[in-house]
């Protein structure tokens, strides 16, 4: 059982658009939705992360946008570059452990 | 950024035979993790650990054990290695500031 699932599975923008991964979650326990990116050989590194108790949360380029009611959540990546071509990764974590669970990924490839 | 080895980074082997990947941090966190990367499943726990001794399943634990004697490493096992179980394995931390921090990878063929 997927417990967070993501879409699309792949992403082609072009330089200068809007790059879009919807999220959506079942366990209502989740507390923290983090994004992951992740380049070619590497690990997964943190992008941008919210909690629940807003709505949207912006750090430059990146925006998540958060829909408590719906459990779903989502990335913006405005004006994509190249070098934002990536795998991204949402997930989700609660418990005292704090162990994530992660969407399936979205491959970004952002065209120059 | 802490600091994470993860070591081999890449093995071929062969059905049947025993496998250990080692993690090893050097900054001393309490939480450790084992996830699995395989395409269109993003990333799967295996394994956690709480402390030295201090393990716990994750969702995809059959097949796998681990061991943490000491704080800074925490392995883990495949006691037969199947084919089902070639993947990309990574290690992470808990950093003190809550997130998780993964290590680079080790790429496991299993023929």
């Known amino acids: 059982q997927q417990q967070v699932k993501q879409s699309p599975q792949s992403l082609i923008v072009q330089k200068g658009g809007i790059s879009i991964i919807n999220c959506a979650y079942e366990n209502t326990a989740f507390d923290y939705f983090p994004w992951y990116q992740q380049f070619p050989g590497k690990g997964p590194a943190l992008l941008i992360a919210?909690?629940?108790?807003?709505s949207e949360k912006k750090e430059g380029r990146f925006t998540i946008s958060f829909n408590k009611s719906a459990k779903q959540f989502s990335l913006h990546i405005m004006d994509s570059q190249p070098g934002d071509s990536a795998t991204y990764f949402c997930?989700?974590?609660?418990?005292?452990?704090?162990?994530?669970?992660f969407g399936s990924g979205t491959q970004l490839t952002v065209l120059p | 950024d802490a600091g994470i080895t993860q070591s081999p980074r890449h093995k071929v082997t062969e059905t049947g035979t025993p496998v250990t990947l080692r993690c090893h941090q050097t900054?001393?966190?309490?939480?450790m993790y084992w996830y699995r990367q395989d395409p269109g499943h993003g990333l799967r726990l295996i394994h956690y650990s709480y402390g030295v001794k201090d393990t716990d399943k994750g969702e995809v634990s059959d097949g796998y054990s681990v061991s943490r004697s000491k704080t800074e490493d925490f392995l883990l096992t495949l006691e037969s290695a199947t084919s089902s179980q070639t993947s990309v394995y990574f290690c992470?931390?808990?950093?003190?500031?809550?997130?998780?921090?993964f290590g680079e990878g080790s790429r496991l063929t299993v023929l």
């Open positions: 997930a989700a974590t609660s418990g005292s452990a704090r162990q994530l669970t």
């Open positions: 992470a931390i808990r950093q003190n500031t809550g997130e998780l921090f």
């Open positions: 900054e001393n966190h309490r939480y």
């Open positions: 919210i909690r629940p108790d807003v």
